[in-house]
């Protein structure tokens, strides 16, 4: 797989993650400590499966787990870099560690003489089991392109990278690194950043930017700024936990505005209970004890929250929707609107134009196609990457679901599924350009 000096194997540290993991683990420490949750592994690529001898490689890289813990100097740089990340919950990080012998379950299912599905679960108390997502998705990708799909080398893919990375920056494009979770292994994410660093000095003086990276390990080693703030799993878990899905969201918002504070992290998904049920809650005003009058008007969350995500369905419609909904609230232009579905050189391209036009500032978070972006050697067809998630499946014993924008995305038990929409008077929606079963086929 060439001769490229590889990083070790499996997960570097425990920063080896989604800045937004830790973000939204220092909210549920404070406002949801003691909620029992589970979360469900799903392969929606399913004819990629792997050998016995990847899933033994898997099994004992999440053992090793347990041996991973904050360092004096990984504490010192989210003290500095972070400083959203208070005290208290940096001495809860220093203090953590994975325990995955009693939240961890992962069993082998033989389809054929070479092949079989997996089984992975996680449970526990949500701030004990929360960091597990990232990690383990990483852990099941690498172990399938370790021993699986070999047919690819580390060839390029550090000038592939800048090359991409040229191509965005002069196209005037501020986006992230987004690959943590099923990138090919940890050697194909550092030679990913080294690209688009080399990128960004290249084209200094060019209207776009590249702004981070959602992986805080690799933000540390390369000094660059660690990107995100909170995945649908915070909403998921309000919901199932309170049995309510309107009120998640109210929820939702308003604990991560006193968690965080004024404009910190203040870009918020909208899309987990479909956009329409969440902008009926964003243009609410904030709750009593966090109410900022401005000339006596109280402020609204859509005034507090600097923009929003886009993660699902159709983007162009996203902004449609985003502007008519800003517009109504008589707010001027200028929200941020970051894109992070499936996103490519192309994409990125036509999303930042037609954000523009409707007077948004676009950012994109980029992900697969940067980190797992290869051809087979002996045939130059694609190499595709696994689409797999982890998802939250329950809190307090309820099921979680995420609807999301786009049909095809729908997760969580059918019947609590629709219960789900039928509370929020949900309308299906399919998008042409989600399919998920062959998202990066091409």
């Not at 360092?71 to 740089?77: D, G, I, N, P, T």
């Not at 990690?135 to 390029?156: G, H, M, N, Q």
Request: net charge negative; glycine share 8%; charged share 25%.
């Amino acid at each position: 797989m060439g001769s490229v000096e590889a990083l070790p194997e499996g997960v570097l540290s425990i920063l080896d993650t989604d800045l937004y993991k830790l973000t939204m683990q220092y909210a549920v420490l404070q406002f949801f400590p003691n909620t029992h949750v589970t979360y469900a592994f799903t392969n929606r690529t399913p004819d990629m499966r792997l050998s016995q001898e990847a899933f033994r490689w898997l099994k004992s890289q999440i053992s090793k787990l347990e041996n991973i813990s904050l360092s004096s100097e990984e504490y010192v740089w989210l003290k500095e870099k972070c400083p959203y990340l208070k005290p208290d919950y940096l001495e809860f990080l220093r203090c953590f560690r994975f325990q995955p012998s009693q939240h961890v379950k992962l069993d082998y299912m033989p389809v054929s003489e070479t092949k079989g599905d997996i089984h992975l679960a996680t449970s526990g108390l949500w701030k004990d089991t929360i960091l597990y997502e990232i990690p383990l998705l990483a852990l099941v990708s690498e172990a399938y392109f370790k021993f699986c799909d070999r047919d690819w080398t580390y060839e390029k893919q550090e000038e592939n990278a800048f090359e991409k990375g040229v191509k965005l920056l002069n196209g005037g494009c501020i986006f992230s690194e987004f690959g943590t979770r099923r990138r090919r292994d940890s050697t194909t994410q550092d030679m990913v950043i080294q690209g688009l660093k080399r990128a960004a000095q290249q084209c200094i003086g060019s209207s776009g930017k590249l702004i981070g990276t959602s992986n805080v390990y690799f933000a540390m080693k390369y000094d660059i700024d660690p990107v995100g703030t909170m995945a649908h799993e915070w909403f998921m878990g309000i919901a199932a936990s309170a049995n309510d899905y309107e009120e998640a969201t109210r929820r939702g918002l308003q604990n991560w505005r006193e968690c965080f504070g004024k404009g910190v992290l203040a870009v918020a998904l909208t899309d987990t209970f479909g956009t329409p049920a969440f902008l009926r809650v964003f243009r609410e005003p904030l709750a009593e004890h966090l109410l900022e009058d401005t000339n006596g008007k109280p402020l609204t969350y859509a005034e507090v929250f600097k923009g929003v995500r886009q993660d699902s369905g159709d983007p162009h419609e996203f902004v449609t929707t985003m502007r008519d909904f800003y517009d109504s609230m008589g707010l001027p232009n200028g929200q941020t609107m970051v894109f992070s579905d499936s996103l490519n050189v192309e994409k990125s391209l036509e999303y930042k134009e037609s954000a523009e036009r409707a007077g948004f500032q676009p950012t994109f978070g980029i992900g697969t196609f940067l980190t797992n972006d290869f051809s087979h050697v002996t045939t130059n067809t694609k190499s595709t990457p696994l689409n797999i998630v982890i998802k939250l499946s329950s809190a307090e014993g309820h099921p979680a679901v995420k609807l999301s924008d786009d049909l095809g995305k729908n997760t969580g038990d059918p019947e609590e599924v629709q219960k789900a929409k039928k509370q929020l008077g949900y309308v299906d929606k399919h998008w042409s350009g989600g399919d998920e079963k062959t998202r990066w086929d091409k």
